[in-house]
């Protein structure tokens, strides 16, 4: 109905590189108010290439009564499997807006007792009643409570001991890696990297791994007080490995310069 607030969302679904698509190019109607979308980016990054889906949701009310229109909107992106440019092109939404619902007021004159107090008042005095009446006896309880765990013998607590585990090296984390740099296996030397830096910045931020997207842990790094610094090099790795899975030439020794930047932003996110 006119006025009312609606949500209309597009969602993409598939592989390849969801976190550097931006929002989609809407024409509205005239009549039609919309704000800035909400995001949602639901991506799975231990897997290659990256699947998931990324949705935009707009939050749309219509000033007017009538029939709208929204035209279809329409992707473009590269498929690496046909080496060609394709183009994804959603259906038009078309709805009609109704007018709105004018909401009768009744002034009702309250009911009054004949010493003038209106009834609510009574009400209103009793439910204080059973809210005091609930304070003053968990007050009560409280303090018993106190008193009986005063009086009480002190168990002796054993205190335990802490096993300090050695955090591994970045040498040690980074084995895998250096094993297909080795063999010359590209494609698993930069996802092996990848893996290595999530679990890290999962393992720092304490998040889970469907919370894990460049944007949040950057966030997170940033409200853990680590330097800009290294959260810049840990973006910049990762971007150069994503780019890297879908480039088919590698220089050996760019590879283990890449190596060599990766262990640094380990060591610095894990001393932090």
Known sequence: RQGELVKIGWELEGTGNLQLVTLPDVVWPKGIDTSEPSVKEDVNQFVYPLRGKKTFNYAVTARDTGDYTIPPVSFAYFDPTDQKYKTLETEAVSFHVDASVAKPFFALEPNVEKNGI??????????VLIIVGWVVYQSVNLRKDQKAEK?????????PVEVIV????????????????????????????QRVLWTIAADKCK????????????????????????????????????WALYTPDHNTSDMESLLGNARLVSGELMNA
């Open 166 to 193: 050695p955090k591994p090296t970045p040498e040690q984390l980074f084995a895998n890696a250096t094993t297909s740099l080795t063999n010359s296996d590209t494609k698993g030397f930069f996802r092996e990297i």
């Open 118 to 127: 209106p009834l609510h008042l009574y009400w209103f005095g009793g439910v």
């Open 207 to 242: 998040v889970l791994p469907s919370f894990l997207n460049k944007q949040n842990i950057s966030f997170e790094l940033q409200k853990l007080e680590i330097p800009a610094a290294t959260i810049n090099n840990f973006l910049i790795v990762l971007n150069e490995c994503e």
């Open 151 to 159: 009086l009480a013998t002190v168990a002796t607590k054993e205190v």
